[in-house]
T-cell receptor, first 112, second 112 residues
């Protein structure tokens, strides 16, 4: 079992650009959640996908959007990047809404 | 609004000591609570999951307790080792929301 995988590992973008991050859930998991972790802070919930639909959303602007595919993998898209979007983006998968969540290694996004 | 607090923010101990990390939350209506370990720049590793109906969980040298009524959880690490050095994060799952709410973590340093 490969666990949760994310790509790319690192990414450098400039302000105003757009970025797409990818996540493959743990085998057998159908729910994917995305979190943003700023330096020295705990992760903040962005949104959760289940059955290809956004089920829950945290306090993030519409510049943050996502998608879930029929194989349960997911993408996180961020438009019009700001310097403050620089963070570690974490993907988590679970089997069901309230079950144990397993995290991937994260994607480090740097916005210059 | 659920808030999670972890005390202390940082802790340094000599190898071999037993130690306790604290986590408190403001809303006792939780579905479960997870403890995670995070190494610098890496993703989160799930250590223990405690369901709301449970009082404690054990895994090796780790023991986590949960007191829902008082909004507290503790992570006990026995016979600490330098390899235990990391940031430990506590997160609660409200169930109805399906997302984790994290504390800021406790940075643990175990000196040889």
């Amino acid at each position: 079992d490969a666990g949760v995988t994310q790509s790319p590992t690192h990414l450098i973008k400039t302000r105003g650009q757009q970025v797409t991050l990818r996540c493959s859930p743990k085998s057998g998991h159908d729910t994917v959640s995305w979190y943003q972790q700023a330096l020295g802070q705990g992760p903040q919930f962005i949104f959760q996908y289940y059955e290809e639909e956004e089920r829950q959303r945290g306090n993030f602007p519409d510049r943050f959007s996502g998608h879930q595919f029929p194989n349960y993998s997911s993408e996180l898209n961020v438009n019009a990047l700001l310097l403050g979007d620089s963070a570690l983006y974490l993907c988590a998968s679970s089997l069901g809404q309230g079950d144990e969540q397993f995290f991937g290694p994260g994607t480090r996004l740097t916005v210059l | 609004k659920q808030e999670v607090t972890q005390i202390p923010a940082a802790l340094s101990v000599p190898e071999g000591e037993n130690l306790v990390l604290n986590c408190s939350f403001t809303d006792s209506a939780i579905y479960n609570l997870q403890w995670f370990r995070q190494d610098p720049g890496k993703g989160l590793t799930s250590l223990l999951l405690i369901q709301s109906s449970q009082r404690e969980q054990t895994s090796g040298r780790l023991n986590a307790s949960l007191d829902k009524s008082s909004g507290r959880s503790t992570l006990y690490i026995a016979a600490s080792q330098p390899g235990d050095s990391a940031t430990y994060l506590c997160a609660v799952n409200g169930g109805s929301q399906g997302n984790l709410i994290f504390g800021k973590g406790t940075k643990l340093s175990v000196k040889p």
